[in-house]
């Protein structure tokens, strides 16, 4: 064996974590325990042909212990050294250790034969690697030469060596013994950074109170004092009376062990009390302070503030993180002319000057919402009500900007300061630091970057308050913030729009503000105009598809609609609709968003955004067996409504499947009107006739959409119900964010591009004829490829079973996935059954057939839909309904 020291580095193990070098794979395990409460944390097994990979220390190191502990063989004099052969047929191999014996009777496993255990009086056989290895862990660890089957014997030699089969694994003293001789000298820091990031997730992450903490802290030192004052007595015992030393060797020994106690220097130290954790967080970590913004003194004479976090060193600490580098270069999009996958293909952008001429700046999007943090039905109804702004970037990959941990937090204040103190004095100082990131930029590694607002996300309230429009949708004249519609004009044609708001057209009406009816709607000067790149008619306020379509115009549509078809077509009852709800098997994702019962009471649905959605979408295959006709008019009315909601919804979307969108908004809503006249159509069905031109603006409206950044809000929900502190609500919600966020940037950033679940190694012998046939043009070896049936991809997960839109021409094509096999780490293919799909318009599902199946390989990246479907079997027939509209050619 070579003992060079090149060959000796080449062999070494690397911590992904921080890049120290391990020699053996024990020590690598042992090491990786010092960074199990990293934020995000991503153990990999760099055990030979191993690729797991594990989202918690205890997991990777149960699986090390399963599986890869198989030390060297122990030889003691007097024993005896066997040679051993392979009884598997055909195979003529011979060992000399018991060890190499059953590494190899593994590969037979892996290849597809069975394979017996090869220890006397053991009856069991196996046909699967794990198991095998898990069984010799359990049964026979200390299994000696002696215990092996005679079958397995070649012949007796030199009476010298006893070899076990996996000798007894080396005690966790010892271990720790080993590991701890290789300790570097900064280990002090390691270790204090490790309790600090414990501490962290205990504050920031699990929201326990800081006297919780506190007196964590106490007891376990005073545990950890009453432990080691036995421990130091034992020793002095020891090296006095057992070993002799003297009184001043013994002294000299025991202060050198006290002194070197690090979990002692850490809590009497920097991590004693609250205060002095605090300001360790903030010199170890990248917390970043709130900043006070006096507002004024309210009507009781207390002096209100509103909490900002500066945008300027929340992008500063972004710019200089790893996770930065790393997450830009996968921003890519590579679409057709007409095709529009993100914000950055929508005419806002392509038209805005500033990024023109600043072609690598970035791109702000802000979300600004007000939420409750207590009950909303009890006395302290909008006492505690706060507004928050969270940012993102639109420079970021959509599967990261969909993170709640990468939407950093800018401002909180309460909604009566907001309503007391105006916008001006609120926002006064985030729009200073904006306007800087417009003309100065902020410097980088020696570079300046420069930044400006794309849009304001928001709800239609609180977009109306930040636009300066008129927030009465009920009563005003002008309700709608991209045209200047009146309701006269609304209530008689569902499709007229008005003159379309513009930056001059909207000054204008600044100016005659005082008079409501020559103002058009708008009230006042936005605040966010003084920028120099944004305008709020430009437009700068996307549309909020969550409370406009899912639980406005779908959630009041879709209780009429069923009503009509429980009332007069008496179809089915609401209990046999409720019954069917709860009863039905769902699948997937669409398990954990399950649809809420259906009340004959009020007049809309009582779910949530996403249980609407969920129920509009598997109406046909929830009740399609009751709807006795089909062409009913309200039947096809809410098929239109779907076919709406897929293509508003959907990730990306050609130019025709926009200009399609526009016709039939305008057929629903002229359906709508015929269908029910008593029932007069909301604001929010006006604000549907602007989603195709608004698409083009923006993109995708999925990408701009307000549920995403809306659940953000629970984490404060959380931390304030935890804290039961209410004393100055903002401050301790803005601290305890930004503790959590110094917490997630310790980390890598965000969790892998792909995790791996479980995984073997790729022996294309072991398959089938058809699937050898499919995967013959990708190189595929057992060298460079591995095969699993369950990953996750960009956030995404991928299981055997699930159906993926593998083609998209004249007729669709599914393909169901069997093996997902990952190329050098790296590259995701799927191997699928493709079956053809029968579109059912009257159902507005597809039905699978199995009769003309093939199998294809190809890239995740050559998918025509990301999302996996699950199917659902009706009536003996396997059908499919697409969670949205995929892009047509």
Request: proline share 4%; glycine share 4%; charged share 20%.
């Amino acid at each position: 064996m070579c003992r060079c020291e090149g060959c000796k580095l080449a062999k070494m193990l690397t911590c992904h974590f921080c890049s120290k070098k391990l020699e053996t794979l024990r020590g690598y395990v042992l090491h990786c325990k010092v960074h199990r409460n990293e934020p995000h944390p991503f153990f990999r097994c760099v055990g030979t042909d191993c690729k797991r990979t594990f989202c918690t220390y205890a997991a990777f190191k149960g699986h090390f212990y399963r599986v890869h502990n198989a030390p060297e063989p122990s030889i003691t004099a007097g024993a005896v050294v066997t040679d051993f052969k392979c009884a598997v047929s055909l195979c003529e191999c011979k060992f000399d250790t018991v060890k190499e014996l059953i590494s190899h009777l593994k590969k037979h496993i892996t290849e597809g034969q069975t394979v017996p255990c090869p220890i006397t009086g053991c009856e069991n056989a196996f046909t699967v690697k794990s198991s095998f290895t898990a069984h010799m862990s359990r049964k026979h660890r200390k299994c000696s030469v002696d215990s092996v089957s005679d079958k397995y014997r070649e012949h007796v030699s030199q009476p010298s060596a006893v070899s076990a089969c996996e000798d007894v694994p080396q005690s966790s003293n010892d271990a720790t013994a080993n590991e701890s001789s290789e300790l570097p000298q900064d280990f002090n820091e390691t270790f204090l950074r490790n309790v600090c990031l414990f501490y962290l997730k205990l504050q920031g992450q699990l929201l326990l109170p800081a006297s919780t903490i506190q007196t964590i802290v106490e007891e376990m030192q005073n545990m950890h004092d009453l432990g080691q004052d036995y421990t130091l007595s034992k020793l002095h015992s020891l090296l006095k009376n057992d070993l002799s030393l003297t009184d001043d060797v013994v002294a000299k020994i025991c202060h050198c062990v006290k002194e070197s106690d690090l979990f002692s220097a850490s809590h009497q130290g920097p991590l004693r009390t609250t205060y002095s954790r605090t300001h360790t967080f903030q010199k170890m970590f990248k917390y970043i302070e709130p900043k006070k913004v006096k507002l004024g003194n309210n009507e009781n004479m207390t002096e209100r503030f509103a909490y900002y976090i500066p945008v300027t060193q929340t992008l500063n600490t972004l710019l200089e993180s790893d996770f930065w580098k790393n997450s830009v270069s996968q921003q890519s999009c590579e679409t057709q002319s007409d095709d529009l996958c993100d914000i950055s293909d929508g005419q806002n952008f392509k038209s805005n000057q500033f990024f023109i001429q600043n072609p690598g700046c970035l791109k702000l999007i802000l979300y600004q919402d007000a939420f409750e943090i207590v009950n909303p039905l009890g006395t302290a109804k909008k006492k505690h009500k706060v507004v928050a702004v969270y940012l993102s970037l639109a420079n970021l990959p959509a599967h990261v900007r969909s993170s709640t941990d990468h939407m950093s937090l800018v401002l909180l204040c309460g909604e009566n300061d907001l309503k007391q103190f105006g916008s001006a004095k609120v926002f006064s100082e985030m729009l200073e630091d904006l306007k800087n990131l417009e003309e100065n930029g902020i410097t980088v590694d020696g570079e300046t970057v420069k930044g400006a607002l794309y849009c304001i996300a928001g709800d239609n309230l609180g977009s109306h308050s930040i636009g300066g429009f008129i927030e009465n949708f009920s009563h005003s004249v002008y309700f709608c913030r991209y045209c200047e519609i009146t309701r006269t004009e609304f209530e008689n044609d569902p499709n007229f729009c008005g003159p379309q708001r513009t930056p001059e057209s909207y000054d204008f009406a600044v100016l005659q503000a005082e008079d409501i009816h020559s103002s058009k709607g708008v009230k006042v000067n936005s605040v966010f105009n003084a920028l120099q790149s944004f305008h709020v008619c430009q437009p700068g306020l996307p549309p909020c598809l969550g409370h406009d379509i899912f639980e406005g115009v779908l959630s009041y549509d879709m209780a009429l609609y069923l009503k009509y078809f429980i009332k007069k077509q008496k179809w089915l009852t609401y209990s046999v609709l409720n019954r069917c709800i709860k009863q039905f098997k769902y699948k997937g994702t669409d398990a954990l968003t399950k649809p809420s019962a259906v009340s004959s009471e009020g007049s809309k649905l009582s779910g949530q955004a996403i249980q609407n959605w969920n129920l509009l979408r598997l109406l046909p295959v929830l009740i399609g067996d009751k709807v006795q006709n089909p062409e009913d008019d309200v039947w096809q009315l809410t098929l239109q409504l779907i076919d709406i909601v897929d293509l508003i919804c959907a990730q990306k979307i050609s130019l025709s499947q926009v200009a399609y969108l526009d016709i039939i908004i305008q057929e629903y809503l002229e359906s709508r009107k015929c269908l029910f006249p008593e029932t007069t159509l909301k604001p929010k069905h006006h604000f549907m006739r602007h989603y195709p031109a608004l698409i083009l603006k923006f993109g995708p409206l999925i990408r701009v959409w307000t549920m995403r950044f809306e659940s953000k809000h629970s984490y404060f929900k959380r931390c304030a119900r935890h804290l039961k502190n209410f004393k100055n609500l903002c401050l301790s919600l803005s601290e305890r964010h930004q503790m959590f966020q110094a917490y997630l940037s310790a980390g890598p950033g965000c969790s892998q591009l792909l995790q791996v679940k479980d995984s073997c190694t790729f022996y294309p012998s072991l398959y089938s004829d058809a699937i050898k046939h499919a995967v013959r043009e990708f190189s595929f070896s057992q060298h460079n490829t591995t095969v699993s049936t369950d990953i996750q991809y960009k956030g995404t997960s991928y299981k055997k079973g699930h159906f993926l839109v593998s083609k998209n021409d004249e007729s669709i094509e599914f393909g169901e996935l069997v093996i997902i096999l990952i190329k050098n780490d790296a590259a995701v293919y799927f191997v699928v059954y493709i079956h053809r799909a029968e579109y059912h318009p009257e159902y507005h599902l597809y039905s699978v057939t199995k009769q003309s199946s093939r199998l294809q390989c190809f890239n995740i990246n050559d998918l025509v839909d990301f999302y996996p479907l699950p199917s659902y079997m009706v009536d003996g027939h396997q059908v499919i309904l697409l969670k949205h509209s995929v892009l047509s050619r």
